[in-house]
């Protein structure tokens, strides 16, 4: 298994997006990751306000999820997103990590379906959620 996280954590690395958005990676495992993204002010999307943009938000719940398909032992390949459906239901705390945690829970022969949920320090609130469908390139 440390391989599928190996790969994962260079996937992640490898994008020059999640390292210009400050992307780390708390936890991997078996279709579920969990990313965190640090409150920046190149972030920011309305400087009266102090909110992250909500581009950004997106780009770390997509990456999260593309790396969710990624982490189960049969998933051998990269993958790509097919589409992507975000709700935003709040803005983010001014000031605050943002969390990206997604779950990869059903894979076809071409096709990964993930759920995903982007916190701050408010968990029993969403910042946003999302559902999407992912390829799959070299299930074994």
Do not use: W
């Amino acid at each position: 298994m440390a391989d599928k996280n190996t790969a994962a954590h260079r996937f992640i690395d490898a994008l020059p997006h999640a390292r210009a958005l400050g992307m780390h990676v708390e936890t991997m495992h078996d279709g579920e990751v969990s990313l965190s993204m640090p409150y920046a002010d190149h972030l920011v999307g309305d400087p009266r306000t102090g909110v992250v943009h909500g581009g950004a938000v997106s780009a770390l719940m997509d990456t999260c999820c593309g790396a969710a398909v990624m982490t189960p032992p049969k998933n051998t390949g990269s993958t790509a997103t097919i589409d992507l459906r975000i709700e935003y239901l709040r803005a983010a705390t001014p000031g605050q990590t943002i969390i990206a945690k997604a779950s990869c829970y059903h894979v076809t022969r071409s096709v990964a379906f993930v759920r995903a949920t982007a916190m701050d320090a408010d968990e029993d609130n969403p910042v946003a959620m999302a559902t999407g469908t992912f390829t799959v390139e070299g299930k074994a």
